[in-house]
């Protein structure tokens, strides 16, 4: 006789139901590629000093369950701001791809296989989105910000 016992992962899918229709019932729309997106890229905590770069980007990847990826790149920003470079805040550059019209506090996280470790870098520049339903869908990549020419 087989036991019979509480099955969560059958709970999945009316989960994933369930945000569906209260994220339609709010009048938004609802994109699993965006909320993937947020969980792979977007950080709104402030980085203070370089040193703990390296050990920010360790956390974040195995936070987010990201670890052993090659790299990894984090936009420093407010979800609200991002999601504005599918809009008003953004240039299109082809077909559903943004770029930034402002540069954003990124860290780009590089994994280092002797060290098992990451090695973080930050940079301010441009970043490029691929946007679906007005949000975005995919990290494409980051340009540095044109320069001012000198008088």
Known sequence: ???HGPRPASLLPLL???AASLALSAGQNW???NDL???RHVDSSPILNVASINAYCSKMMWRRALY???SNTFII???EDINKVC???GL???PYRYESKNPFDIIVCIYNHFTLSYTGLKDKQKIVLSCWKGLPALYIKHVQPDLMPVP
């Open 37 to 39: 997106f947020r969980k």
């Open 31 to 33: 994109n699993p590629l």
């Open 1 to 3: 006789m087989a036991l």
């Open 87 to 89: 809009s008003t805040e």
């Open 16 to 18: 994933l139901l369930l």
């Open 77 to 79: 920003a407010k979800p």
């Open 68 to 70: 052993g990826r090659l």
């Open 92 to 94: 299109a550059k082809g």
